[in-house]
């Protein structure tokens, strides 16, 4: 699995090899294989302009995934991520939704959420 880490304003470089880290641990845990995934770190207008076209809501969200077979991407919105925690936190849902979990029921979104929050465990363990 080759995990290449977009920072278009490299605010989050330094945190580049603690996520490649948490992606590997994520996806041996989930039992996942993965060829190539790409993790771009932009801004809101960028997620807004992903958020319409692909999923017609005309407003920023903080992270959007898209599976394409051989290469998966996860785009998360800087502008959301209030604390360095909340980075982890978002590329581990967008990694959770490349998987096939979702959350547009309460039991989805509990599972989602509860998965989110102990992966994002892991990144603690490692600091």
Do not use: P, W
Request: with cysteine; charged share 30%; net charge positive.
């Amino acid at each position: 699995m080759k995990v290449n880490i977009f920072d278009q304003f490299n605010r989050y470089t330094h945190e580049k090899q603690k996520i490649v880290t948490l992606i590997k641990k994520i996806v041996e845990k989930e039992g996942h294989t993965l060829n190539i995934l790409n993790i771009i770190i932009t801004d809101n207008n960028y997620l807004k302009k992903l958020n319409k076209m692909y999923f017609k809501k005309n407003r920023a969200t903080n992270v959007i995934s898209f599976d394409m077979d051989e290469v998966s991407e996860i785009y998360v919105s800087y502008n959301k991520v209030k604390k360095k925690e909340d980075l982890f936190y978002y590329i581990i849902h967008g990694l959770l939704h490349i998987f096939g979990y979702d959350h547009r029921t309460s039991n989805e979104d509990r599972t989602m959420e509860n998965k989110c929050l102990r992966y994002l465990k892991y990144v603690s363990k490692d600091e």
